[in-house]
Antibody
Framework: EVQLVESGGGLVLPGGSLKLSCAAS????????MHWVRQAPGKGLVWVSRIPGGVGTPTYADSVKGRFTVSRDDARNTVFLQMNSLRAEDTAIYYC?????????WGQGALVTVSS | SHDLTQPPSVSVSPGETASITCSGDELGDKYAWWYQQKSGRSPVLVI????KRPSGIPERFSGSNSGNTATLTISGTQAVDEADYYCQTWDTNTAHVIFGGGTKLTVL
């Protein structure tokens, strides 16, 4: 059974940092593209970042480029999202999802709240 | 424009057919995907590559994509289908994923 489990969410001050993790199981993680998608309270889905399986360059939405960094540890079947210089508008549920051009499996999400 | 436009809401009576549209420049030249998101839950893929159904998705869900519009059709809509629906495509130039704004389907 495919499982994606996010962790690391919480409350952070504006300008602060937070690192999300997504632990994967039930499939060959090293070959899989992984993404982060976020959803602000009461709003729609917004793509944040993707990291290819194997060799490849991560890609970011313009709204987070230069502030967020996606990485992966294939030995631990885990993908990460390092979020720096956080803003109030980054407040959202952050989902990790598997897929190359679409997302066939999603995690349960991690809530990130940026507030003073 | 790389935006995808969906109607904010669609209402349908039980047993009737619901159609949710997704519009974007030359969308028919790309693939479209559709996700269902029930309240408080993670999204679920219901249509991929315009018209294919993943395993476990009921046959009443179907999709099409031509010109500038992709359409998700739910035949014989049931109360359990009440949810938000999102279309999605892929910008091959930037490698960015694009979501539509979402449509709230109400089954009256």
């Amino acid at each position: 059974e495919v499982q994606l489990v996010e962790s690391g969410g919480g409350l952070v001050l504006p300008g602060g940092s937070l690192k999300l993790s997504c632990a994967a199981s039930g499939f060959t993680f090293s070959n899989s593209w992984m993404h982060w998608v976020r959803q602000a309270p009461g709003k729609g889905l917004v793509w944040v970042s993707r990291i290819p399986g194997g060799v490849g360059t991560p890609t970011y939405a313009d709204s987070v480029k230069g502030r967020f960094t996606v990485s992966r540890d294939d030995a631990r079947n885990t993908v990460f999202l390092q979020m720096n210089s956080l803003r109030a508008e980054d407040t959202a549920i952050y989902y990790c999802a598997r897929g190359e051009y679409s997302f066939d499996y999603w995690g349960q999400g991690a809530l990130v709240t940026v507030s003073s | 424009s790389h935006d995808l436009t969906q109607p904010p809401s669609v209402s349908v009576s039980p047993g009737e057919t619901a159609s949710i549209t997704c519009s974007g420049d030359e969308l028919g030249d790309k693939y479209a995907w559709w996700y269902q998101q029930k309240s408080g839950r993670s999204p679920v893929l219901v249509i991929y590559q315009d018209a294919k159904r993943p395993s476990g998705i009921p046959e009443r869900f179907s999709g099409s994509n031509s010109g500038n519009t992709a359409t998700l059709t739910i035949s014989g809509t049931q109360a359990v289908d009440e949810a938000d629906y999102y279309c999605q495509t892929w910008d091959t130039n930037t490698a960015h994923v694009i979501f539509g704004g979402g449509t709230k389907l109400t089954v009256l």
